[in-house]
């Protein structure tokens, strides 16, 4: 099946600086969706890509799907305490269901 | 619509004992999940509904397990008998259409002692 890689698995950054986290795939992804769970919380949408080398932005997120649409990235500009918590990508494996990624678990420090 | 509704919140019980998990997807949705959330092993899906119908059930554990749907306004997780490795969050979630947006409820935190 599908083998997805999320990377990092953590990163702390000071408040104000970039933060990026990728999921690279061995096959090509049908779409992909991203999430955000904040601290004891709950998965969250945040976005849905389907198409080879799309770009969406959402105020200071920057969602990107691959041409060859094996990979995909989240990128924060100028991170705030607010954004602290777990990303994760979620692809759909074999046609059938959603399987998520493992996440990147954010920190910032003000 | 108040969203995905799971109960209990919390659930501690004793190894061996009968869990019952339970999920009231949002109105009009035909696709629901039940997820399980640990430290080791991240979010991990057990079983996929569509339109009431389990249509992927590889992710569950073993036959301790059994996630029933009734119709579409509830679902249920079964654990019997309970195990101290079964302790985790379970979230259930709900979408439009099986590969659209998730909705997920604000999840079931079970400890089994």
């Known amino acids: 099946g599908q083998q997805v890689m999320q990377i990092p698995q953590y990163q702390h950054v000071q408040e104000g600086e970039d933060f990026t986290t990728y999921c690279n795939s061995s096959?090509?992804?049908?779409?992909i969706q991203w999430y955000k769970q904040r601290p004891g919380g709950h998965p969250v949408f945040l976005i849905q890509?389907?198409?080879?080398?799309e770009v969406k932005k959402q105020k200071r997120l920057t969602f990107q799907f691959g041409e060859a649409k094996k990979n995909s990235s989240l990128h924060i500009t100028a991170t705030q305490t607010t954004d602290v918590g777990t990303y994760f990508c979620l692809y759909n494996q074999a046609g059938t269901a959603l399987i998520f990624g493992k996440g990147t678990t954010l920190s910032v420090s003000s | 619509d108040a969203g995905v509704i799971q109960s209990p919140r919390h659930e501690v019980t004793e190894m061996g004992q009968e869990v019952t998990l339970r999920c009231k997807p949002i109105s009009g949705h035909n696709s629901l999940f039940w997820y399980r959330q640990t430290m080791m092993r991240g979010l991990e899906l057990l079983i996929y509904f569509n339109n009431n119908v389990p249509i992927d059930d590889s992710g569950m554990p073993e036959d301790r397990f059994s996630a029933k749907m009734p119709n579409a306004s509830f679902s249920t997780l079964k654990i019997q008998p309970s195990e101290p490795r079964d302790s985790a969050v379970y979230f259930c979630a709900s979408s439009p259409q099986g590969y659209t947006e998730a909705f997920f409820g604000q999840g079931t935190r079970l400890t089994v002692v």
């Open positions: 096959t090509t992804l049908s779409n």
């Open positions: 890509l389907v198409k080879s080398g």
